[in-house]
């Protein structure tokens, strides 16, 4: 709360007429005593002097100066002729006219009159600008991209800006986006953009700008995109083949995945090399078909760095509060593609496996449990015929921990993107026969943040 204070003003009376005289005496409790004396009209107002009172430096007037009166029979008064506010309607100074209102005979104003302005004073409050806090939840997005709400709080007028870039190629997620700010209660609403200078690379690139408002709050959003992040047209079509030929890669990178209607989403399909500027080649071969859309789309993140911002014209810059220890504070918005298990087992013997891939769809980075509505379980079953007898060496072993203890490949999380898998009963059944059956059960405790192939070998584990 502002506390009222007993500061003294500054006064300065300057007079109008020849006849008469102010003269200042004594201080008492801080207010300035004068006495006033002079030869007036009878029966007619007179202006005596110009009066100013200005409120010391730090401080403002409250209420209206007023006078105080001696021996005067209230035949003086202050008529206001002027006010001086600071920017925020503070009062500063007063200028009165001092009045004698008139007596009974001609030279009737009163010697040794006294007279004092009583004023009341308040502390002008400490200004800043200061942003106390920021809210951008650094929450992971999945391929469909979506709305990121960011809230900045801080004292009324606070300025600041921020940019916001993708850390693949640099690019910026606001060069399309201007934002409007009449409705700050909606979320989505952006603010428009300007440019940027970046002070590492030297690209030019927008920038947010705002302000936070008289509730202490300034809403926008940043629209995240879905992963694609380059498209183009196939220029001939393939067919079971590597070799890909498109309009330009330019843009393109290598671990891309592709999407395109003829490829199983089930099936990750990835740039393996990039040969020049019209072909590049992928991990697998696909089929795809002359003058079709073929996008990529990558694993990605978002950097989001705020600015205090520093306008010239304002008398109080911005600046950031103790809870916000960096000069440039940065987000980090994470998106994956939905990463892909593929469960899948292979021999080199001259002998007939069947074994179907198991593709399995997750949500990176989720943990498997009821709330997150995702499929834990699965079950293995591959089968295997021969003209002889089967021997079967031993069941297979998985192990999460050891990768040289498991018979199936990518197996320790740590190593793998960070999926997290068990597969128990494992075994191989009918040894001693012509066909065999491969089975164990799958459960997905938690899924990383990219692709993973488990690979059973069953050339150590069964002989003819």
């Known amino acids: 709360m502002t506390k009222r204070t007993t500061s003294t003003p500054e006064y300065k009376l300057r007079g109008r007429r020849s006849r008469f005289r ?205 992963v694609v992040a380059k498209s183009t047209i196939l220029t001939s079509g393939t067919s079971g083949a590597k070799a890909i030929q498109v309009v330009d890669t330019d843009g393109v990178m290598v671990n891309d995945r592709l999407f395109h209607k003829q490829i199983n989403r089930y099936v990750p399909v990835k740039v393996n090399d990039i040969s020049n500027t019209t072909t590049f080649n992928t991990d697998i071969n696909v089929t795809l078909a002359a003058d079709s859309r073929l996008n990529f789309g990558r694993n990605d993140e978002y950097h989001i760095t705020f600015h205090a911002r520093q306008v010239e014209s304002d008398e109080i810059q911005t600046t950031w509060g103790t809870n916000i220890p960096t000069t440039q504070p940065t987000y980090i918005i994470k998106q994956y593609i939905e990463p892909t298990l593929v469960l899948k087992a292979t021999e080199g013997e001259a002998w007939t496996l069947t074994a179907t891939d198991i593709n399995i769809i997750g949500k990176a980075g989720r943990v498997v449990n009821a709330k997150s509505g995702l499929r834990r379980r699965y079950k293995i079953r591959y089968t295997a015929s021969h003209g002889s007898n089967f021997t079967v060496v031993r069941n297979p072993v998985f192990s999460a921990e050891d990768q040289t203890a498991s018979d199936w490949t990518n197996s320790v999380p740590g190593d793998n993107g960070g999926t997290s898998v068990l597969i128990q009963n494992a075994k191989i059944t009918g040894t001693g026969t012509q066909a065999l059956v491969i089975t164990a059960d799958v459960y997905i405790y938690r899924w990383g943040y990219s692709d993973v192939t488990m690979t059973l070998n069953l050339d150590s584990l069964i002989n003819v």
């Open 22 to 226: 102010i003269s200042k005496e004594k201080e008492l409790g801080k207010q300035t005593n004068w006495r006033v004396q002079a030869k007036v009209k009878a029966h007619k107002s007179s202006t005596l002097a110009r009066v100013r009172v200005k409120a010391r430096s730090g401080y403002y007037f409250d209420k209206k100066p007023y006078l105080k009166q001696e021996n005067s029979n209230n035949s003086m008064a202050l008529k206001p002729r002027a006010i001086y506010r600071d920017s925020k309607g503070r009062a500063l100074t007063y200028y009165f006219y001092l009045v004698y209102k008139g007596g009974k005979r001609e030279w009737s104003i009163a010697n040794r009159m006294k007279l004092k302005i009583a004023t009341s004073l308040l502390a002008i409050p400490t200004e800043k600008r200061e942003i106390t806090h920021i809210n951008a939840p650094t929450k992971d997005f999945g391929s469909r991209g979506g709305i990121l709400p960011i809230s900045v709080y801080g004292t009324p007028g606070s300025r600041f800006w921020f940019t916001c870039t993708r850390k693949s190629d640099g690019s910026s997620l606001l060069e399309t986006q201007e934002i409007d700010k009449s409705n700050t209660n909606d979320p989505t609403s952006i603010l428009k953009t300007t440019t940027y200078v970046n002070p590492y690379t030297g690209a030019v690139i927008p920038m947010f700008f705002g302000t936070v408002g008289d509730d202490g709050v300034a809403n926008c959003a940043v629209i995240i995109p879905s």
